[in-house]
């Protein structure tokens, strides 16, 4: 049974969302606060975590930079009512996987979270069997690291599988339901702006100009390529 952790503050939501978890037959703990949850975790690691952005004595954005940095590969939900889209591509710099806005769908909501938990595997073992260059980019996967001169640049698992495929795919255009299906699962809502987003990040983090990028180039109307 999965370990899944709800941290949110309101009551009644944070209720719902345990009873809403527990039926799906996940094992949940819920806390009202990043600091009593990121106590908890160092006592039992999480399989996932369901956090708010907004929450008392630690926020869940210093929260998700914690869990990030002692466990690179677990999956972490953001559950926000902070909207924005530059509100929800900060959220995944700061280290989500995916982002969901309130108030939300609960069919939605239980599909994204049922998806992240099937790459789980993806996300404990090594997603690449070499380490690879990609332009002047030198990409670790066992590290999770890419390299530039003396530069060092932090890579997430998804960030790794999402290089990984392009590299793999070198030269030729890999739409955005092959990154979806291959990246994120097959169930993932591919409406959903999380593949953009997750580029966007992608690029400020590796690209010498996101704005024209060398290693990961847009194939406009159909997906992204490198060569």
């Given at each position: 049974m999965?370990k899944?952790?709800?941290?949110?503050?309101?009551?009644?939501a944070?209720?719902?969302?345990?009873?809403l978890?527990?039926?799906?037959?996940?094992?949940?703990?819920?806390?009202?606060?990043?600091?009593?949850?990121?106590?908890?975790c160092q006592q039992?690691?999480?399989?996932?975590?369901i956090?708010?952005?907004?929450?008392?004595?630690?926020?869940?954005?210093?929260?998700?930079?914690l869990?990030?940095?002692?466990w690179?590969?677990?999956?972490?939900?953001?559950?926000?009512?902070?909207?924005?889209?530059?509100?929800q591509?900060?959220?995944?710099?700061?280290?989500?996987?995916?982002y969901?806005t309130?108030?939300?769908?609960?069919?939605?909501l239980l599909?994204?979270?049922?998806?992240?938990?099937?790459?789980?595997?993806?996300?404990s073992s090594?997603?690449?069997?070499?380490?690879f260059?990609?332009d002047?980019?030198f990409?670790?996967?066992?590290?999770?690291?890419a390299t530039?001169?003396?530069?060092?640049?932090?890579?997430?698992a998804?960030?790794?599988?999402?290089?990984t495929?392009l590299?793999?795919?070198t030269g030729?255009m890999v739409?955005?339901?092959?990154?979806?299906?291959?990246?994120?699962g097959?169930?993932y809502?591919?409406?959903?702006?999380?593949l953009?987003?997750y580029?966007?990040?992608?690029?400020?983090?590796?690209?010498?100009?996101?704005?024209?990028?060398?290693?990961?180039?847009?194939?406009?109307?159909v997906?992204?390529?490198?060569?």
């Open positions: 999965l899944l952790m709800i941290i949110e503050d309101d009551k009644y944070r209720l719902g969302l345990h009873q978890f527990e039926q799906e037959a996940y094992h949940t703990q819920s806390y009202q606060d990043g600091e009593t949850a990121w106590a908890a039992v690691k999480p399989d996932i975590c956090l708010d952005r907004a929450l008392p004595k630690m926020s869940g954005e210093e929260l998700c930079v869990l990030r940095e002692k690179p590969s677990l999956p972490i939900l953001f559950l926000s009512g902070k909207g924005a889209e530059s509100e591509i900060e959220g995944l710099e700061l280290g989500a996987d995916d969901i309130k108030p939300f769908s609960v069919k939605e599909a994204r979270v049922n998806a992240m938990c099937r790459r789980i595997p993806l996300f090594s997603v690449a069997d070499a380490n260059e990609m002047d980019l990409i670790d996967t066992k590290q999770m690291i530039r001169g003396n530069e060092r640049i932090e890579l997430t998804r960030e790794i599988s999402i290089l495929l590299y793999k795919m030729k739409s955005r339901d092959e990154l979806f299906n291959e990246c994120w097959r169930d809502f591919a409406n959903s702006r999380s953009d987003q580029i966007s990040c992608l690029r400020a983090k590796i690209e010498r100009d996101p704005k024209k990028p060398l290693i990961v180039k847009t194939a406009r109307g997906g992204y390529w490198y060569g």
